[in-house]
């Protein structure tokens, strides 16, 4: 099956002579999530930068559907954002604060050119705000009126108004506490088998917390330095890691599932 999407031999730096990021490859199975692991300053969210056509790799290619992307080609990139779309580690900073619930929701429905249409946005309102567990009604409040387990499942709304296929995620639940991150998480689990009559969508999430990507995803990809040091059907890889590096993370993390 071709991937949703795929990162082939990608390199990038910031700096001239500076890899953060070198041969770093993977794919992204339709309906299949994908965790993205490693220490602070590994280079994840360079990665995910990358993916969502924020950064241009310096070599390399990121595939979509198994065709080549390139984000400086603004038809594609427009086609590409209406099938990718992204949740941020920080709930109170990523919502604007002088929009309405309503707004917030709207606007990528507006940006991405999928409608216009009152009735249809409202209709594309209420079907993502029932499938992340919120009233229908609070579209008229503000971000300041929730909580933040409650404004990351209105950011998660936001991004599955479009009806991506992907959803990338840069710490989800990071900044969210331990009650508050489990139910998230069954959410994105959720939205990634489907609900609601929504068709499921595959899940890229960013993290350092394994314990998060155990609970959550089929494949995980290790990352040391900017270098896939290990990657593969997740049980297997917590089960039995190959790679020392691996082997560290996972004696940080407690209580992981064994594989039998
Ligand atoms: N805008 C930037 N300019 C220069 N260097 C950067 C920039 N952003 C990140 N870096 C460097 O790139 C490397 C990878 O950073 P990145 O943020 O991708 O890592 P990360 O794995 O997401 O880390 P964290 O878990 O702390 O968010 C780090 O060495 C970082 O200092």
């Given at each position: 099956?071709?991937?949703?999407?795929?990162?082939?031999?990608?390199?990038?730096?910031y700096?001239?002579?500076?890899?953060?990021?070198?041969?770093?490859?993977?794919a992204v199975?339709?309906?299949?999530?994908?965790?993205?692991?490693?220490?602070?300053?590994?280079?994840?969210t360079?990665?995910l930068?990358?993916?969502?056509?924020?950064?241009?790799?310096s070599a390399g290619?990121?595939?979509?559907?198994?065709m080549?992307?390139?984000?400086?080609?603004?038809?594609?990139?427009?086609?590409?954002?209406?099938?990718?779309?992204?949740?941020?580690q920080?709930?109170?900073?990523?919502?604007?604060?002088?929009?309405?619930?309503?707004?917030?929701?709207?606007?990528?429905?507006?940006?991405?050119?999928?409608?216009t249409n009152?009735?249809?946005?409202?209709?594309?309102?209420?079907?993502?705000?029932?499938?992340?567990?919120?009233?229908t009604?609070?579209?008229?409040?503000?971000p300041?009126?929730?909580?933040?387990?409650?404004?990351?499942?209105?950011?998660?709304a936001?991004a599955?108004?479009?009806?991506?296929?992907?959803l990338?995620?840069?710490?989800?639940?990071?900044?969210?506490?331990?009650?508050?991150?489990?139910?998230?998480?069954?959410?994105?689990a959720e939205?990634?088998?489907?609900?609601?009559?929504?068709?499921?969508?595959?899940?890229?999430l960013?993290?350092?917390?394994?314990?998060?990507?155990?609970?959550?995803?089929?494949?995980?990809?290790?990352?040391?330095?900017?270098?896939?040091?290990?990657q593969?059907d997740?049980?297997?890889?917590m089960?039995?890691?190959?790679?020392?590096?691996?082997?560290r993370?996972?004696?940080?993390?407690?209580?992981?599932?064994?594989?039998?």
């Amino acid at each position: 099956m071709t991937p949703v999407l795929e990162a082939r031999n990608i390199h990038f730096g910031y700096r001239r002579n500076q890899e953060v990021l070198t041969d770093v490859s993977f794919a992204v199975e339709e309906g299949s999530n994908v965790g993205l692991v490693g220490e602070s300053g590994a280079g994840k969210t360079t990665l995910l930068r990358i993916l969502l056509g924020l950064a241009i790799p310096s070599a390399g290619q990121v595939f979509s559907d198994g065709m080549p992307f390139d984000a400086r080609d603004r038809k594609q990139l427009r086609a590409y954002r209406r099938m990718t779309q992204t949740v941020f580690q920080d709930p109170y900073s990523s919502l604007d604060p002088r929009q309405t619930i309503g707004q917030i929701l709207a606007e990528p429905l507006r940006s991405l050119g999928i409608t216009t249409n009152a009735t249809e946005i409202r209709q594309h309102m209420a079907e993502s705000l029932r499938a992340v567990g919120l009233p229908t009604d609070i579209t008229k409040r503000y971000p300041a009126e929730f909580s933040g387990g409650q404004r990351q499942r209105i950011a998660i709304a936001r991004a599955i108004a479009p009806n991506p296929r992907v959803l990338l995620a840069d710490e989800p639940v990071s900044a969210l506490d331990v009650s508050t991150r489990i139910k998230v998480i069954d959410l994105l689990a959720e939205l990634g088998r489907g609900v609601d009559g929504r068709t499921g969508m595959s899940v890229v999430l960013v993290t350092h917390d394994l314990g998060v990507v155990a609970a959550l995803c089929d494949r995980v990809v290790i990352l040391e330095n900017g270098r896939v040091v290990e990657q593969g059907d997740t049980r297997s890889v917590m089960g039995l890691p190959q790679n020392g590096y691996t082997k560290r993370l996972l004696a940080s993390v407690p209580r992981l599932p064994v594989v039998p």
